[in-house]
C-alpha cells in the first residue's frame, strides 16, 4: 500500500510538472488539427493516430503525406526515421528502467514524448525522477494533446491560416523553453553547437528528417568525448592518490 501511495505521489508530480508545457503542446497539436481537416482526415482517424503514435513531428510528417493513394511505405520509413531519436532517449532513460521487465519498458515508452522525457530527466538531476514521475507527465501530455489536435480538427474549416495567430510557432517555443532548462554551464556548449552545425549541414545535403538524427547522434558523441577528457584515466587517477605529499 505504501509502495502504492508514493508511485501515485510520484505520478501526480510528474502530471503537475508538466503542466507548464501542456499548454504549448494542445497549441500546437491544434495546427495538427487543422491540417488533419484540410487532409480530409477523420477526427476518428485523427484520434486513433494520436494514441498509437503519440510524437507530434513524426504525426506532423504522416498528415503532409496523407494524399490519395496513400504512400504507405513512404509514410512508415518517414516516421521510423524521425522516431529513431528515441533510441537516444530510451537509452538516456536507463536508469529508470533498469531491472524492470521488457513489457513494462515497451509500454512506458509509448508515454514518453521529448517534454515529459526532458522534464524527467530535469528531475532525475535533483534525484527526483521515477517512472512513476514519467508516465504522469506522458499521460498529462497525452492528454492534453488530443484535446489539442481535436479542438484543431473542428476549427479547421474557419481556420484558413493557422501561421496568422502564430500557432506554428508553438512547437519551436516549447522547446526553446526546454533547452534553457537544461542549460547547466559553459562544458554544454560545445556538445549543442556541434549538434546544431550537424542538423543544419544535413539539412542542405540529405533528404527528409534525416537532420534530426545526426544532430542527436553528433551532440551525444561530442558530450560523451567532452565528459572522456574531463575525467581521469584510472591509471592517473591511482598515480595522484600513490604520489608523497610534502611534510611542512
Not at 508530480?13 to 501542456?22: E, K, M
Not at 503514435?53 to 520509413?77: D, K, R, T, Y
Request: proline share 4%.
Amino acid at each position: 500500500m505504501r509502495l502504492a501511495a508514493e508511485q501515485m505521489d510520484a505520478f501526480r508530480q510528474g502530471a503537475v510538472a508538466n503542466l507548464p508545457v501542456a499548454a504549448s503542446v494542445a497549441a500546437y497539436g491544434s495546427v495538427l488539427g487543422v491540417l488533419a481537416a484540410k487532409q480530409q482526415i477523420s477526427w476518428l482517424t485523427l484520434l486513433v493516430m494520436n494514441l498509437t503514435i503519440f510524437a507530434g513531428s513524426a504525426q506532423f510528417v504522416m498528415v503532409e503525406m496523407w494524399l490519395p493513394p496513400l504512400p504507405v511505405l513512404e509514410i512508415i520509413l518517414g516516421v521510423l526515421v524521425i522516431n529513431m531519436r528515441y533510441l537516444l532517449i530510451g537509452a538516456s532513460l536507463h536508469p529508470l528502467f533498469d531491472g524492470r521487465p521488457l513489457w513494462r519498458k515497451a509500454l512506458s515508452m509509448h508515454l514518453v514524448a521529448d517534454e515529459n522525457w526532458a522534464v524527467t530527466m530535469a528531475a532525475h538531476r535533483r534525484g527526483q525522477a521515477s517512472i512513476g514521475y514519467l508516465l504522469g507527465g506522458g499521460v498529462c501530455l497525452l492528454g492534453v494533446w488530443c484535446l489539442g489536435t481535436l479542438a484543431g480538427h473542428r476549427l479547421g474549416a474557419f481556420i484558413q491560416n493557422p501561421e496568422a495567430f502564430g500557432l506554428d510557432f508553438a512547437f519551436v517555443a516549447v522547446f526553446t523553453a526546454l533547452l534553457a532548462g537544461f542549460w547547466r554551464n559553459r562544458s554544454d556548449g560545445l556538445p549543442w553547437l556541434v549538434a546544431a552545425a550537424l542538423s543544419l549541414a544535413a539539412s542542405q545535403f540529405l533528404p527528409g528528417k534525416w537532420y534530426i538524427i545526426c544532430g542527436g547522434i553528433g551532440g551525444a558523441l561530442a558530450s560523451v568525448a567532452q565528459a572522456r577528457r574531463q575525467t581521469p584515466t584510472d591509471g592517473a587517477a591511482r598515480s595522484s592518490r600513490r604520489r608523497p605529499t610534502a611534510s611542512t
